[in-house]
């Protein structure tokens, strides 16, 4: 499966971005996804993951209550609403498949196989 990531860019703190990210080669139903984020000089850490049909969710401490994952399978799509951004939060993101029996999600990175190119958030006034 091939990932593809938009929907970066600068936006203010205390702003909203939503990131996109659409799954081709195979019907994203079929994977668990997930999205990562890597600031400079730091190692990729995890933001939040779903289910291949979205029954079960789950996020990072540092943005659960603000990020918003989900996923539109009939447009093999999944996003990211980020709200109340903070400067922290500005990384590249990537979007992550693995293909997964039903309603099981992942949170590290070796457990996915299949990675998108990122997108770049900043976060800055």
């Known amino acids: 499966v091939q990932l593809q990531a938009s929907g970066g860019g600068l936006v203010q703190p205390g702003g909203s971005l939503r990131l996109a990210c659409v799954a081709s080669?195979?019907?994203?139903?079929?994977?668990?996804m997930g999205w990562f984020r890597q600031a400079p000089e730091k190692e990729r850490e995890f933001v939040a993951a779903?289910?291949?049909?979205?029954?079960?969710?789950y996020y990072s401490d540092s943005v659960k209550g603000r990020f918003t994952i989900s996923r539109d399978n009939a447009k093999n799509s999944v996003y990211l609403l980020m709200n109340s951004l903070k400067p922290e939060d500005t990384a590249v993101y990537y979007c992550?498949?693995?293909?997964?029996?039903?309603?099981?999600?992942?949170?590290?990175?070796?457990?996915?196989?299949?990675w998108g190119q990122g997108t770049q958030v900043t976060v800055s006034s």
């Open positions: 992550a498949a693995r293909l997964a029996v039903t309603g099981s999600y992942y949170y590290t990175a070796l457990q996915y196989s299949y």
């Open positions: 080669g195979r019907p994203g139903s079929d994977y668990a």
């Open positions: 779903i289910s291949r049909v979205g029954t079960k969710t």
